[in-house]
């Protein structure tokens, strides 16, 4: 017999009503009505990330529920006083949702090599088994996008794109739009890790 | 780095975490549960080893939390006293949160989310005719502690109707929320209530093509720890993915 270990608990869909447990004033709760935890508070340049989460028709999913996992400027995880970790709701009548947060530094792969600054994100929402795990990369590290180890284990170079936002004009701080497609010909890759 | 090549986490902590077994989850594509077929991807996941962001994860702090968070009969309460308890059977949900290694999982955030007890969710978009309970939010959170251990209190929720095949039915269940300490430990899942006779036609449930591992969802009634003349108890265990042992494994430096 092969040596036995715990099963994982299975996933279920967080549901329409994930706000509840996760963004109770989002829901509608007077519980923690001055938490923002879609701006994430740290050192280096500030940033926004605007986005959709498309299903396969087309239609924006209101219900989206995201999280945000990034290092921080340096490079860092759970260095400091920084968290890395956001949360935001898609809006229940246009879908949009927005972080605001630092641009991240360079990681590097198992192996050594840097890759390409990114946020990991993480979908959750009714209809959504389990929750979806993709990343965003920035458009303007053209050649470490070309290195990055991750982008590069995508086998169809076209897909790659997916991963990739657009910057947006804003007056304020660089802007960045990120479109997730859960299905279609656009369909974003999604990760196993 | 030190020169042990250990990181300062325990030893036996520091590997990459396993490789999900997604037979113990359902897959995205489950066509009885009709919300999933246009928002499920349709192209095979990219599967990758972790990377050090992936093996690192969020840290909550226990000072994040209220007295009363983990009492759900109590935290949304409008008056003082048991005159704001909210409605229904009074339930202590407990259990150890633990990794597939069979490692207690300590300090990690939970955070639960559920219908009261007439099955209505205090949610904007909930308009299920039940009415609201007004000392009732249904959301709490809590810590495990050193030993993986957590607890919270509530009351039961109730079953109530949604739109699928008609109108299909939820067994009572709580959402339930964990992070663990890496980030692709992240888990969102539902428990259920043993014997509640509407499990075996729940859509929701039936997404999940092992039967045993739907059963590792139900939640035991535990009469050893009710609370005499309060509240029953019911046990729920959670097991989070684990993380491998190092061997012969040279991290290059800076990682």
Known sequence: ?193 | MPADGMTGLMAGTQGDIMRRDRNQHPPAFTPQYKTSVLRSPRRALVSLEPGPGENAGPVFKARILEPLDNDLIRNYAQAEGNHGDAQGERIIVHGKVLDECGRPVPNTLIEVWQANAGGRYRHKNDSYLAPLDPNFGGQGRCMTDADGNYFFRTIRPGPYPWRNNGSDWRPAHIHISLFGHAFVQRLVSQLYFEGDPLIPFCPIIGTLPDKAAAERLVARLDMGNAVPFDALAYRFDVVLRGRRQTFFENRPEGM
């Open chain 1, 1 to 193: 017999m092969p040596v036995e270990y715990l099963k994982e608990t299975p996933s279920q869909t967080g549901g329409p009503y994930v706000h509840i447990g996760t963004l109770p004033a989002f829901a509608g709760l007077a519980v923690r009505t001055q938490e923002q935890p879609h701006i994430i508070d740290g050192a280096g340049e500030r940033i926004r990330i605007t986005g959709l989460v498309i299903d396969g028709s087309g239609t924006p999913v209101r219900d989206a529920l995201l999280e945000l996992w990034q290092a921080d400027a340096e490079g860092r995880h759970n260095a400091g006083d920084f968290s890395g970790w956001g949360r935001a709701a898609a809006s229940s009548e246009t879908g949009e949702w927005m972080f605001e947060t630092v641009r991240p530094g360079v990681v590097p792969w198992r192996d050594g090599r840097p890759q390409a600054p990114h946020v990991s994100l993480l979908i959750f929402a009714r209809g959504i088994n389990i929750h979806l795990h993709t990343r965003m990369y920035f458009p303007e590290d053209a050649a470490a996008l070309e290195a990055d180890p991750v982008l590069r284990s995508v086998e169809q170079a076209g897909r790659r794109a997916t991963l990739v936002a657009e910057r947006t004009a804003a007056a304020d701080m660089p802007s960045y739009r990120f479109t997730i497609h859960l299905q279609g010909d656009a369909e974003t890759v999604f990760f196993d890790m």
